[in-house]
């Protein structure tokens, strides 16, 4: 039985972690432990995070805080590996 495909993988995943007002310095300790006990983690940034950047910029961020791949973002969700 072959593996499923990590697009699949990434597309069935929920989000565990919602960056929000407090930044991303407030999960980055959550994201590196979930990245310790799973290959890909799901992250939505929301509004008030956001505030006047997108969120490839801080995806890009949160991921050399926990030194993590970013491997997709769509919208404003980002999946990370490590």
């Known amino acids: 039985m072959s593996e499923t495909p990590r ?6 995943l929920d989000a565990t972690l919602r960056v ?15 990245l310790d006990d799973r290959p890909l983690v799901k992250v939505k940034f ?9 969120t ?3 995806a890009a961020d949160l ?14 969700t980002a999946v990370f590996e490590r």
Do not use: N, Y
């Open 63 to 76: 991921g050399e805080a926990v030194g993590a791949i970013v491997v997709e973002t769509r919208g404003h």
């Open 20 to 34: 929000g007002k407090r930044g991303i310095e407030a999960v980055a300790g959550e994201l590196d432990s979930q």
């Open 7 to 12: 697009s699949e993988r990434i597309h069935s």
């Open 46 to 54: 929301l509004r008030s995070a956001r505030g006047g950047t997108d």
């Open 56 to 58: 490839e910029t801080l």
